[in-house]
Protein backbone atom coordinates (compact mmCIF):
# COMPACT_ATOMS: atom_id res chain seq x y z
CA UNK A 1 0.00 0.00 0.00
CA UNK A 2 1.55 3.53 -0.84
CA UNK A 3 0.53 6.37 1.12
CA UNK A 4 -0.66 10.09 -1.09
CA UNK A 5 2.78 11.34 -1.02
CA UNK A 6 4.61 8.71 -2.90
CA UNK A 7 1.65 8.22 -5.25
CA UNK A 8 2.24 11.52 -6.24
CA UNK A 9 5.92 10.93 -6.59
CA UNK A 10 5.35 7.69 -8.49
CA UNK A 11 2.71 9.44 -11.23
CA UNK A 12 4.40 12.98 -10.85
CA UNK A 13 1.17 14.67 -10.43
CA UNK A 14 0.48 17.02 -7.64
CA UNK A 15 -0.90 14.94 -4.89
CA UNK A 16 -4.42 18.14 -4.65
CA UNK A 17 -5.10 16.74 -7.79
CA UNK A 18 -5.33 13.47 -6.57
CA UNK A 19 -7.36 14.29 -3.70
CA UNK A 20 -9.75 16.12 -6.18
CA UNK A 21 -10.36 13.48 -8.54
CA UNK A 22 -10.99 11.01 -5.89
CA UNK A 23 -13.41 13.28 -3.82
CA UNK A 24 -15.70 15.00 -7.10
CA UNK A 25 -15.10 11.36 -9.43
CA UNK A 26 -14.66 8.65 -7.11
CA UNK A 27 -12.00 7.34 -9.41
CA UNK A 28 -10.41 5.93 -6.60
CA UNK A 29 -11.39 4.99 -2.83
CA UNK A 30 -8.28 4.39 -0.77
CA UNK A 31 -7.99 2.47 2.44
CA UNK A 32 -7.36 3.99 5.63
CA UNK A 33 -4.89 3.65 8.09
CA UNK A 34 -5.52 3.71 11.58
CA UNK A 35 -4.11 7.15 11.90
CA UNK A 36 -6.75 8.18 9.22
CA UNK A 37 -4.04 8.71 6.30
CA UNK A 38 -5.14 7.41 2.97
CA UNK A 39 -3.63 3.95 1.68
CA UNK A 40 -3.57 2.94 -2.28
CA UNK A 41 -3.10 -0.16 -3.61
CA UNK A 42 -1.24 -0.78 -7.32
CA UNK A 43 -4.51 -0.74 -8.64
CA UNK A 44 -5.48 2.71 -7.97
CA UNK A 45 -2.34 3.58 -8.83
CA UNK A 46 -2.85 1.95 -12.04
CA UNK A 47 -6.18 3.87 -12.70
CA UNK A 48 -4.63 7.21 -11.71
CA UNK A 49 -2.31 6.36 -14.06
CA UNK A 50 -4.48 5.66 -16.74
CA UNK A 51 -6.40 8.73 -16.17
CA UNK A 52 -3.26 11.05 -16.06
CA UNK A 53 -2.37 9.65 -19.87
CA UNK A 54 -5.98 10.39 -21.14
CA UNK A 55 -5.94 13.71 -19.62
CA UNK A 56 -2.83 14.68 -20.30
CA UNK A 57 -1.67 12.65 -23.83
CA UNK A 58 -4.96 11.89 -25.06
CA UNK A 59 -6.94 15.19 -24.53
CA UNK A 60 -9.71 13.94 -23.21
CA UNK A 61 -11.59 15.79 -20.13
CA UNK A 62 -11.34 14.30 -16.49
CA UNK A 63 -14.92 13.22 -16.66
CA UNK A 64 -15.09 11.52 -20.00
CA UNK A 65 -12.03 9.46 -18.74
CA UNK A 66 -13.62 8.53 -15.76
CA UNK A 67 -17.06 7.93 -17.78
CA UNK A 68 -14.71 5.42 -19.83
CA UNK A 69 -12.59 4.11 -16.70
CA UNK A 70 -16.21 3.15 -15.03
CA UNK A 71 -16.86 1.16 -18.28
CA UNK A 72 -14.00 -0.60 -17.99
CA UNK A 73 -13.70 -1.78 -14.18
CA UNK A 74 -17.43 -2.90 -15.33
CA UNK A 75 -15.54 -5.15 -17.39
CA UNK A 76 -12.76 -6.31 -15.96
CA UNK A 77 -15.08 -7.88 -12.99
CA UNK A 78 -15.85 -10.50 -15.58
CA UNK A 79 -12.47 -10.85 -16.95
CA UNK A 80 -10.58 -14.93 -15.58
CA UNK A 81 -7.29 -14.21 -13.81
CA UNK A 82 -5.47 -15.20 -17.06
CA UNK A 83 -7.65 -14.17 -19.86
CA UNK A 84 -5.11 -13.96 -22.48
CA UNK A 85 -4.00 -18.06 -23.77
CA UNK A 86 -1.97 -16.73 -26.46
CA UNK A 87 1.50 -17.43 -25.87
CA UNK A 88 2.62 -13.54 -25.18
CA UNK A 89 0.23 -10.84 -24.94
CA UNK A 90 -0.17 -8.66 -28.11
CA UNK A 91 2.62 -6.07 -28.64
CA UNK A 92 0.96 -3.87 -31.54
CA UNK A 93 -2.25 -3.43 -33.40
CA UNK A 94 -1.85 -6.12 -36.02
CA UNK A 95 -1.01 -8.46 -33.50
CA UNK A 96 -4.53 -8.15 -31.19
CA UNK A 97 -6.37 -8.17 -34.63
CA UNK A 98 -5.10 -11.47 -35.27
CA UNK A 99 -6.12 -12.77 -31.64
CA UNK A 100 -9.13 -11.25 -31.90
CA UNK A 101 -10.21 -12.62 -35.06
CA UNK A 102 -9.12 -16.48 -33.56
CA UNK A 103 -10.91 -15.48 -30.38
CA UNK A 104 -13.98 -14.62 -32.32
CA UNK A 105 -14.16 -17.38 -34.78
CA UNK A 106 -13.98 -19.65 -32.02
CA UNK A 107 -17.37 -17.51 -29.85
CA UNK A 108 -14.71 -16.81 -27.03
CA UNK A 109 -16.68 -14.35 -25.48
CA UNK A 110 -14.41 -14.18 -22.23
CA UNK A 111 -11.03 -14.18 -24.31
CA UNK A 112 -12.63 -11.69 -26.47
CA UNK A 113 -13.46 -9.02 -23.95
CA UNK A 114 -9.90 -9.62 -21.78
CA UNK A 115 -8.09 -8.32 -25.29
CA UNK A 116 -10.76 -5.65 -26.23
CA UNK A 117 -10.07 -4.33 -22.72
CA UNK A 118 -6.52 -5.15 -23.06
CA UNK A 119 -6.11 -3.18 -26.23
CA UNK A 120 -8.28 0.12 -25.04
CA UNK A 121 -5.08 -0.04 -21.97
CA UNK A 122 -2.42 -0.43 -24.77
CA UNK A 123 -3.62 2.33 -27.41
CA UNK A 124 -5.71 5.72 -27.31
CA UNK A 125 -9.40 4.70 -28.16
CA UNK A 126 -9.19 6.35 -31.71
CA UNK A 127 -5.93 3.83 -32.45
CA UNK A 128 -7.84 1.12 -31.27
CA UNK A 129 -11.27 1.81 -33.18
CA UNK A 130 -9.21 2.43 -36.36
CA UNK A 131 -6.12 0.59 -35.79
CA UNK A 132 -7.84 -2.65 -34.55
CA UNK A 133 -11.41 -3.08 -34.54
CA UNK A 134 -12.48 -1.51 -38.10
CA UNK A 135 -10.26 -3.52 -39.64
CA UNK A 136 -11.00 -6.48 -38.02
CA UNK A 137 -14.76 -6.11 -38.88
CA UNK A 138 -13.87 -5.31 -42.36
CA UNK A 139 -11.65 -8.55 -42.33
CA UNK A 140 -14.42 -10.48 -41.27
CA UNK A 141 -17.12 -9.59 -43.17
CA UNK A 142 -14.61 -9.87 -46.05
CA UNK A 143 -14.44 -13.23 -45.13
CA UNK A 144 -18.03 -13.99 -44.76
CA UNK A 145 -18.36 -13.11 -48.42
CA UNK A 146 -15.64 -14.88 -49.51
CA UNK A 147 -17.39 -17.84 -47.73
CA UNK A 148 -14.30 -18.56 -44.82
CA UNK A 149 -16.79 -17.33 -42.17
CA UNK A 150 -20.16 -18.72 -40.92
CA UNK A 151 -23.39 -16.17 -40.72
CA UNK A 152 -23.16 -16.96 -36.99
CA UNK A 153 -19.36 -15.93 -36.81
CA UNK A 154 -20.02 -12.48 -38.03
CA UNK A 155 -23.01 -11.74 -36.58
CA UNK A 156 -21.06 -12.94 -33.37
CA UNK A 157 -18.32 -10.43 -33.86
CA UNK A 158 -20.24 -7.53 -35.29
CA UNK A 159 -22.62 -7.46 -32.27
CA UNK A 160 -19.66 -7.06 -29.86
CA UNK A 161 -17.54 -4.84 -32.00
CA UNK A 162 -20.79 -2.57 -32.29
CA UNK A 163 -21.29 -2.54 -28.59
CA UNK A 164 -18.15 -1.15 -28.24
CA UNK A 165 -18.90 1.34 -30.78
CA UNK A 166 -22.28 2.56 -29.04
CA UNK A 167 -20.43 2.16 -25.49
CA UNK A 168 -18.23 5.53 -26.63
CA UNK A 169 -20.96 7.36 -28.20
CA UNK A 170 -22.37 7.65 -24.96
CA UNK A 171 -19.03 8.53 -23.31
CA UNK A 172 -18.94 11.96 -24.46
CA UNK A 173 -21.22 15.56 -23.37
CA UNK A 174 -22.76 16.90 -26.11
CA UNK A 175 -22.56 20.59 -26.65
CA UNK A 176 -25.92 22.01 -27.81
CA UNK A 177 -24.35 25.03 -29.57
CA UNK A 178 -23.42 22.26 -32.33
CA UNK A 179 -25.57 21.36 -35.07
CA UNK A 180 -27.31 18.10 -34.58
CA UNK A 181 -26.38 15.24 -37.17
CA UNK A 182 -28.13 12.50 -38.78
CA UNK A 183 -25.73 9.57 -39.90
CA UNK A 184 -26.31 6.64 -42.45
CA UNK A 185 -26.15 4.34 -45.15
CA UNK A 186 -28.13 5.24 -48.25
CA UNK A 187 -31.19 2.22 -48.76
CA UNK A 188 -29.45 -1.06 -50.11
CA UNK A 189 -26.01 -0.15 -48.61
CA UNK A 190 -24.96 -2.47 -45.98
CA UNK A 191 -21.18 -1.48 -45.02
CA UNK A 192 -21.08 1.03 -41.89
CA UNK A 193 -17.68 1.07 -40.52
CA UNK A 194 -16.85 3.95 -42.30
CA UNK A 195 -19.91 5.45 -40.71
CA UNK A 196 -19.17 4.14 -37.41
CA UNK A 197 -15.71 5.70 -37.25
CA UNK A 198 -17.27 9.09 -38.92
CA UNK A 199 -19.67 8.81 -35.64
CA UNK A 200 -17.35 8.61 -33.39
CA UNK A 201 -15.40 11.49 -34.31
CA UNK A 202 -18.22 13.59 -34.68
CA UNK A 203 -19.30 12.15 -30.78
CA UNK A 204 -15.22 12.88 -29.75
CA UNK A 205 -15.97 17.05 -30.77
CA UNK A 206 -19.25 16.87 -28.57
CA UNK A 207 -21.85 17.17 -31.34
CA UNK A 208 -25.16 15.12 -31.04
CA UNK A 209 -25.60 12.29 -33.23
CA UNK A 210 -28.04 10.15 -34.40
CA UNK A 211 -26.98 6.93 -35.88
CA UNK A 212 -29.68 5.27 -38.28
CA UNK A 213 -26.85 3.12 -39.70
CA UNK A 214 -26.75 0.74 -42.77
CA UNK A 215 -29.94 0.23 -45.46
CA UNK A 216 -31.95 2.88 -43.89
CA UNK A 217 -34.85 3.27 -46.14
CA UNK A 218 -35.10 6.99 -47.89
CA UNK A 219 -38.75 6.68 -47.34
CA UNK A 220 -39.93 8.88 -43.94
CA UNK A 221 -35.92 10.31 -44.01
CA UNK A 222 -37.28 13.63 -44.35
CA UNK A 223 -39.92 13.49 -41.57
CA UNK A 224 -36.64 12.41 -39.36
CA UNK A 225 -34.99 15.08 -40.62
CA UNK A 226 -37.84 17.39 -39.89
CA UNK A 227 -39.15 16.22 -36.90
CA UNK A 228 -35.55 16.20 -34.71
CA UNK A 229 -34.19 19.41 -36.16
CA UNK A 230 -31.25 17.53 -38.03
CA UNK A 231 -28.61 20.63 -39.26
CA UNK A 232 -26.20 17.90 -41.13
CA UNK A 233 -26.77 14.80 -43.07
CA UNK A 234 -23.78 11.96 -42.84
CA UNK A 235 -23.92 9.64 -45.51
CA UNK A 236 -21.39 7.06 -45.90
CA UNK A 237 -21.53 3.91 -49.04
CA UNK A 238 -19.41 1.59 -50.67
CA UNK A 239 -21.68 0.89 -53.66
CA UNK A 240 -21.07 2.78 -56.47
CA UNK A 241 -24.31 0.88 -57.95
CA UNK A 242 -26.19 3.04 -55.70
CA UNK A 243 -25.37 6.13 -56.65
CA UNK A 244 -28.10 7.34 -59.28
CA UNK A 245 -30.82 6.87 -56.75
CA UNK A 246 -28.68 8.48 -53.68
CA UNK A 247 -27.92 11.87 -56.02
CA UNK A 248 -32.16 11.56 -56.42
CA UNK A 249 -32.34 11.61 -53.06
CA UNK A 250 -29.69 14.36 -51.87
CA UNK A 251 -31.63 16.80 -54.71
CA UNK A 252 -34.72 15.95 -52.92
CA UNK A 253 -33.46 17.06 -49.68
CA UNK A 254 -31.99 19.73 -50.65
CA UNK A 255 -35.31 21.37 -52.37
CA UNK A 256 -36.87 20.47 -49.15
CA UNK A 257 -34.08 21.47 -46.78
CA UNK A 258 -31.70 23.89 -48.25
CA UNK A 259 -30.12 24.77 -45.28
CA UNK A 260 -29.37 21.27 -44.07
CA UNK A 261 -25.42 20.52 -44.61
CA UNK A 262 -24.60 17.33 -46.39
CA UNK A 263 -21.63 15.39 -45.70
CA UNK A 264 -20.78 12.16 -47.83
CA UNK A 265 -18.03 9.17 -47.43
CA UNK A 266 -16.99 6.43 -49.14
CA UNK A 267 -15.77 4.97 -52.30
CA UNK A 268 -19.55 4.89 -53.37
CA UNK A 269 -19.32 8.60 -54.22
CA UNK A 270 -16.29 8.81 -56.28
CA UNK A 271 -18.56 9.57 -59.28
CA UNK A 272 -20.70 11.59 -57.62
CA UNK A 273 -22.32 14.70 -59.59
CA UNK A 274 -19.82 18.05 -59.51
CA UNK A 275 -22.05 19.99 -57.38
CA UNK A 276 -21.55 17.76 -54.80
CA UNK A 277 -17.86 16.82 -54.46
CA UNK A 278 -17.17 19.45 -52.32
CA UNK A 279 -18.78 17.34 -49.34
CA UNK A 280 -17.28 14.03 -50.16
CA UNK A 281 -14.60 13.21 -47.02
CA UNK A 282 -12.13 11.10 -48.40
CA UNK A 283 -9.43 11.19 -45.62
CA UNK A 284 -8.76 10.46 -42.44
CA UNK A 285 -8.48 12.00 -39.32
CA UNK A 286 -7.04 15.17 -40.31
CA UNK A 287 -9.37 15.96 -43.27
CA UNK A 288 -12.42 14.94 -40.97
CA UNK A 289 -10.86 17.50 -38.13
CA UNK A 290 -10.67 20.44 -40.96
CA UNK A 291 -14.14 20.01 -42.60
CA UNK A 292 -15.38 20.01 -38.69
CA UNK A 293 -13.88 23.37 -37.87
CA UNK A 294 -14.97 24.95 -41.30
CA UNK A 295 -18.51 23.50 -41.35
CA UNK A 296 -19.70 22.89 -37.95
CA UNK A 297 -17.87 26.05 -35.74
CA UNK A 298 -20.14 25.79 -32.79
CA UNK A 299 -22.44 28.85 -32.40
CA UNK A 300 -20.83 31.95 -30.15
Not at 59 to 69: D, E, P, R, Y
Not at 84 to 94: G, H, I, L, R
Amino acid sequence: MYNIKSVAQLLDMPAVTIRAWERRYQVVNPMRSESGHRLYSEQDIEDLRWLKVQTEEKGVNISQAVKMLEKMRAEREVVPDDPVSADEPAQNAEQLRNFLYEAFLSFDIEKVNALINMGFAMFHFEKMFHDVLAPLLQRIGDDWERGVVSVAQEHFASNIILQRFNQFFQVFQINPRLPKVLACCPQGEQHQIGLLLFTLFLRRNSAEVIYLGPDTPHEGLEQVIERNGIGVLALSMTDYRLLPETEVLLDQLQVRFPQLRVVLGGYGFADVSERWQPLRLNGGLDEWTKWFRSALPAAE
